[in-house]
């Protein structure tokens, strides 16, 4: 069993910046690939950024060059850092991973962008 605590989210003006961060912890699942999505409301949830085992990154083109997924492995924690926000990335975060073939997903965590 794994659980993924993410925290961070919260109300930003346009230009801004946050810091979200997703840690970990439980049982069952080894240091693969760490995810972050997002679903906007009336919108399908959609793939923001990943990071390997190795640190591979990939981003969404919606977000490349201002937002950065980093983790710390020893901590199992992930984290994604956004800068110069906009409102059409108002939307509720989620941390993912795969463990033993099982999707596990945080709680999510609001994230709004006011003009």
């Known amino acids: 069993q794994v659980q993924l605590v993410e925290t961070g989210g919260g109300l930003v003006q346009a230009g801004e910046s946050l810091k979200l961060s997703c840690a970990a912890s439980g049982s069952g699942f080894s240091i693969g690939p760490m995810d972050w999505y997002r679903q906007a409301p009336g919108k399908e949830r959609e793939l923001v950024a990943s990071i390997s085992r190795y640190g591979t990154t990939n981003y969404a083109d919606s977000v490349k060059g201002r937002f950065t997924i980093s983790r710390v492995y020893d901590r199992n924690t992930v984290y994604l850092h956004m800068n110069s926000l906009k409102p059409e990335d108002t939307a509720v975060y989620y941390c993912?991973?795969?463990?033993?073939?099982?999707?596990?997903w945080g709680q999510g965590t609001q994230v709004t962008v006011s003009l």
């Open positions: 993912h991973l795969v463990g033993a073939g099982i999707d596990y």
